[in-house]
């Protein structure tokens, strides 16, 4: 089984559109993952009909029982987050503020503090209407530890993709080059960069490829809304040749990419005789390098 990872140095590349085009190719020969739990959106397109829904638990944070709580104030003398304050002659954790570093949990004389692990959002392994398996999920609302979750949805993905012996596990990553990328690209075989051709879309390109040669997976690169910008467009496919990046290709600019998003479709299910040869030459390609 093969891994193929599809990053971007920023959101609005049209990435996950482009996933999810190659999923509609590749739906009887590859499980999909949703990695980009930060904003997730490939069940908008790909609509689950079917869920296995997990919570996931990582990290702590404090919680003062103020039944317990003798309001001697050392907590919140030692934090250094600013996390406990006084209220009413109680001290209370500000949840936002908590770094679940647990030295108040130590040094509480009454032990009125706990730190439980916290639910951080759900991961789902899904049926999609394309027949192939969705594996994905979402943070709670103002919830960390994005990259550890991302870690999970993939180690889900992986042990599915074996179980239904798929040739593939194609992976829509995260944007940028944080944690959640990090833990997109662990243990990938190959990794599909989608920028915009912009001057943003430039930088982004460079910091993010850095971030590939440091796990040392090749990689190519896909060139989207590449007719808005001529000059940087040749001075991107300039780089990619420095680089030895494989250029996938160049998509003009297309009112069909929100279109398919706002349709709830794939753009080969919204224009078909436009978009099947595009991808079906980047799919080979891709097949071909790896």
Not at 16 to 41: G, M, Q, T, Y
Not at 49 to 63: L, N, T, Y
Not at 190 to 211: A, H, I, M, N, Y
């Amino acid at each position: 089984m093969k891994e193929i990872v599809i990053i971007s140095g920023k959101g609005g590349t049209g990435k996950s559109s482009i996933c999810c085009a190659l999923a509609h190719l590749w739906k009887e020969d590859a499980v999909i993952a949703d990695c980009d739990v930060d904003a997730a959106d490939m069940h908008l397109i790909l609509h689950p009909q079917s869920s296995d829904s997990k919570d996931f638990f990582s990290g702590v944070k404090a919680i003062i029982d103020p039944k317990v709580c003798s309001s001697c104030g050392l907590c919140a003398s030692v934090c250094r987050f600013d996390a406990i304050r006084k209220h009413e002659g109680k001290y209370l954790v500000n949840e936002l503020d908590c770094e679940g570093c647990a030295y108040c949990y130590h040094i509480c004389p009454t032990g009125a503090i706990s730190i439980p692990e916290q639910n951080v959002g759900q991961y789902h392994i899904s049926q999609s209407r394309l027949g192939c398996t969705l594996v994905h999920a979402a943070l709670n609302i103002g919830a960390e530890n994005s990259g550890k979750l991302v870690s999970k949805v993939k180690s889900e993905a992986r042990h599915q993709a074996k179980l239904e012996n798929k040739e593939f596990l194609l992976v829509d990553g995260s944007p940028g080059i944080g944690c959640p990328v990090i833990a997109s690209l662990s243990g990938a075989h190959f990794v599909v960069l989608v920028t915009e051709v912009s001057k943003s879309g430039l930088s982004d390109l460079k910091r993010v490829w850095e971030l590939v040669k440091k796990f040392k997976i090749p990689g190519a690169c896909i060139l989207n809304k590449a007719d808005i910008n001529p000059d940087i467009c040749k001075e991107m496919k300039e780089y990619l040749h420095k680089e030895k990046i494989l250029n996938l290709g160049e998509i003009p600019y297309s009112e069909d990419f929100p279109a398919a998003i706002s349709m709830g479709k794939t753009l080969i299910e919204q224009n078909e005789s436009t978009w099947r040869p595009v991808f079906e030459n980047m799919g080979n390609a891709i097949k071909e390098k790896i």
